[in-house]
């Protein structure tokens, strides 16, 4: 379990690094266009895919820790053993749905793979943002799991 734990840590760290480039992206962006009078012209394009990713592995790492947002003042006023029913019915429920979205996901990757389609300026694989998408829903179900797991 501690070395599936490692390997899940990545999605941070993956999130966290491109994170910090979307951030000096931005932030050069904006001196290079307002200082220089010289935008970076392929910022944009690298930006957009930056964000794909930030967002799906952010949301990967949200669901280990258990940071998402949750609407839970009906749930606690069940009973306890209703509260674990609901907790496993949430659990199952947001499973299946993102293991939908995870397929869906992948096949518009793939679709992308296909039809050989890119960015404008930088030739970028539009595959490769769209590959974090189905990436990312398999870990948020994985880490959804560990973490209701380790909170029972």
């Not at 947001?94 to 992308?112: E, P, V």
């Not at 300026?121 to 398999?138: R, V």
């Amino acid at each position: 379990m501690k070395a599936l734990k490692k390997v899940l840590e990545m999605d941070l760290i993956i999130a966290g690094f491109f994170m910090f480039v979307l951030i000096a992206i931005t932030f050069f962006g904006v001196i290079f266009r307002y200082c220089f009078q010289s935008p970076i012209i392929w910022g944009e394009e690298v930006q957009l895919c930056l964000i794909v990713v930030v967002v799906f592995f952010g949301a990967a790492a949200g669901f280990r820790y258990g940071s998402h947002i949750a609407i839970d003042f009906l749930v606690d006023k069940f009973s306890p053993k209703a509260q674990k029913a609901a907790e496993w019915g949430i659990l199952i429920i947001s499973s299946l749905i993102l293991i939908y979205f995870g397929i869906q996901g992948g096949a518009l990757a793939k679709q992308m793979l296909l039809t050989e389609r890119s960015t404008d300026i930088l030739k970028i694989p539009y595959f490769l943002p769209y590959l974090s998408f189905p990436i990312g829903c398999f870990l948020m179900v994985i880490n959804l799991i560990i973490y209701e797991y380790e909170k029972n």
